[in-house]
């Protein structure tokens, strides 16, 4: 049985805050303010989240420090591996219950955390598993940065195929709509980038943020001066199948979306991505691509094209490989860069959009 869910909070963690806000906690506590950044070290750089190795603290002042900074925030139901080891996917049962599932993935070059920003999603995308189930609520801060900081002690300690290596990459491509949990997701991406004991010290570009298209949000995002990677969810060039595909597009149309990814775009100078989907019949026809692409020519934007992962109970499914290389023929023909994404985790229900998260 699970807890009554969004009723809680989730217990406030130190990754909830701010190198100089765990100082102040651990004063508020009554603990040495060295404290907070002693469990900075052991969390952030050298990624350790149990008590019991963290020798240098005092046996007198463990259980206080451990209710001030690190209640239990999740535990790994079960874990899923593929791709001969390479990809990993883990269901986590946070503090009430609540059910979500991150991605981890070695490539030659680097290793990418899918994370989840949400448990469930509300953006009822009717290709996409997460969007099915509905939302069940945000999650916290530390229930993000977490997932990373478990998923960067995998990497670290060899448990990923390929020996060990450093956790380089975080997508924000998991369960949920990360600019619907604004304050958190914005939050959770300072830790990330924020230098070490602060956060993790991630390249800022090695962070990619992906969205339905929350126009207002989008425009916050770029006030922030966090400079991480804009992800779209475009999946159709026109308004009148994007809003059955992404039921937001009826809110903010597509032209919309490409003018706050612009705007995005020129405030941090760099390239946006357009992931779209290819749905068999759906939207892959010549004559969308050729649309997108005028769309795109002369924009700072880049195609993702990702093969429609199956998803239980939908008669879609992937576009032919024929029709992907026409699709992305004529979009190079208009200068659009194109990349197709691989299916990694699609066994394990662990590709993109089969994120469900049942126990
Ligand atoms: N809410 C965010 C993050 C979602 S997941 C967003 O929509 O961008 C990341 C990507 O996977 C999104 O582009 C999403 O549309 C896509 N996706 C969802 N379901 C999918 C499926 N069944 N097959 C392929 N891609 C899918």
């Known amino acids: 049985m699970d807890a009554p869910r969004g009723r809680a909070k989730p217990p406030r963690h130190l990754a909830d805050l701010?190198?100089?806000?765990?100082?102040?906690?651990?004063?508020?506590?009554?603990?040495?303010?060295?404290r907070a950044k002693q469990l900075s070290t052991h969390y952030f750089e050298r990624l350790v989240?149990?008590?019991?190795?963290?020798?240098d603290l005092p046996a007198a002042q463990r259980a206080q420090?451990?209710?001030?900074?690190?209640?239990?925030?999740?535990?790994?139901?079960?874990?899923?591996?593929?791709?001969?080891?390479?990809?990993?996917?883990?269901?986590?049962?946070?503090?009430?219950?609540?059910?979500?599932?991150?991605?981890?993935?070695?490539?030659?070059?680097?290793a990418t955390m899918c994370v989840s920003s949400q448990a469930g999603c509300g953006m009822a995308c009717p290709f996409c598993a997460t969007g099915q189930g509905g939302l069940t609520r945000n999650l916290s801060t530390a229930e993000i940065v977490d997932q990373v900081r478990a998923a960067a002690q995998v990497a670290a300690r060899g448990g990923l195929g390929g020996g060990p290596g450093r956790l380089s990459n975080v997508v924000f491509m998991g369960m949920g709509?990360?600019?619907?949990?604004?304050?958190?997701?914005?939050?959770?991406?300072?830790?990330?980038?924020?230098?070490?004991?602060?956060?993790?010290?991630?390249?800022?570009?090695?962070?990619?943020v992906s969205t339905v298209g929350l126009v207002p949000a989008i425009g916050?995002?770029?006030?922030?001066?966090?400079?991480?990677?804009?992800?779209?969810?475009?999946?159709?060039?026109?308004?009148?199948?994007?809003?059955?595909?992404?039921?937001?597009?009826?809110?903010?149309?597509?032209?919309?979306?490409?003018?706050?990814?612009?705007?995005?775009?020129?405030?941090?100078?760099?390239?946006?991505?357009i992931e779209?989907?290819?749905?068999?019949?759906?939207?892959?026809?010549?004559?969308?691509?050729?649309?997108?692409?005028?769309?795109?020519?002369?924009?700072?934007?880049?195609?993702?094209?990702i093969p429609l992962n199956p998803t239980p109970g939908s008669q879609w499914d992937a576009s032919p490989k024929a029709v992907e290389r026409e699709f992305v023929r004529r979009l190079e023909a208009r200068g659009v860069p194109v990349t197709v994404r691989d299916t990694r985790g699609r066994e394990i229900d662990g590709a993109c959009g089969q994120l469900a998260a049942t126990n």
């Not at 239990?72 to 503090?95: I, M, S, Y």
């Not at 060039?237 to 809003?243: K, M």
């Open 65 to 110: 420090l451990v209710e001030t900074f690190l209640p239990a925030l999740a535990t790994p139901l079960r874990t899923l591996e593929a791709d001969r080891g390479t990809t990993r996917k883990t269901l986590w049962k946070l503090f009430d219950g609540a059910l979500v599932e991150s991605v981890l993935m070695r490539y030659p070059d680097r």
């Open 49 to 55: 989240d149990d008590p019991e190795q963290m020798t």
């Open 177 to 208: 709509e990360p600019l619907a949990n604004y304050n958190r997701v914005v939050a959770a991406l300072r830790r990330l980038t924020d230098p070490a004991p602060g956060g993790f010290g991630l390249s800022r570009r090695s962070i990619t």
């Open 220 to 273: 916050r995002l770029a006030d922030e001066n966090l400079d991480v990677t804009l992800a779209v969810s475009l999946h159709a060039p026109d308004d009148e199948l994007r809003d059955t595909l992404v039921p937001v597009n009826t809110r903010w149309k597509v032209a919309e979306v490409l003018a706050a990814a612009d705007a995005y775009a020129a405030r941090t100078g760099r390239r946006y991505s």
């Open 18 to 34: 701010t190198l100089a806000e765990r100082q102040e906690a651990a004063t508020g506590a009554g603990l040495p303010a060295y």
């Open 276 to 305: 779209y989907a290819m749905i068999r019949d759906v939207n892959d026809a010549p004559a969308r691509a050729d649309l997108l692409g005028d769309l795109l020519a002369p924009r700072l934007a880049h195609v993702n094209l």
